[in-house]
């Protein structure tokens, strides 16, 4: 059993920045990826960026240059940090991680809201 618990997220104005963090536990004994998707309102949950075991990361084009997704390994835990927030990015953001036995699991969602 895997248990993935999202924290921070809140309201900040548009132009300020956050920092999520994603913790992984339980019956772990490696993991392949981790990372963030969000679903706004009325739309599908989308890729928000992920990063591999091995550093490798990858980003939605709407937030490069604006978040920055890092992995503490020896803590299962995976961090965003997103600058420059914009009333489009208000989400709920969940934290998504997959195993190297193929499992996948998902955490409860944290809200971000942008708004002035």
């Known amino acids: 059993q895997v248990q993935v618990v999202e924290y921070g997220g809140g309201l900040v104005q548009p132009g300020g920045s956050l920092s999520l963090s994603c913790a992984a536990s339980?019956?772990?004994?490696?993991?392949?990826?981790m990372g963030w998707f969000r679903q706004a309102p009325g739309k599908q949950r989308e890729l928000v960026a992920v990063?591999?075991?091995?550093?490798?990361?990858t980003y939605a084009d709407f937030v490069k240059g604006r978040f920055t997704i890092s992995r503490d390994n020896a803590k299962n835990t995976v961090y965003l940090q997103m600058n420059n927030l914009k009333p489009e990015d208000t989400a709920v953001y969940y934290c998504?991680?997959?195993?190297?036995?193929?499992?996948?699991?998902w955490g409860q969602g944290t809200q971000v809201t942008v708004s002035s």
């Open positions: 998504r991680v997959v195993t190297s036995s193929h499992g996948a699991y």
């Open positions: 339980g019956t772990i004994f490696s993991i392949y990826a």
């Open positions: 990063v591999t075991n091995i550093g490798g990361s």
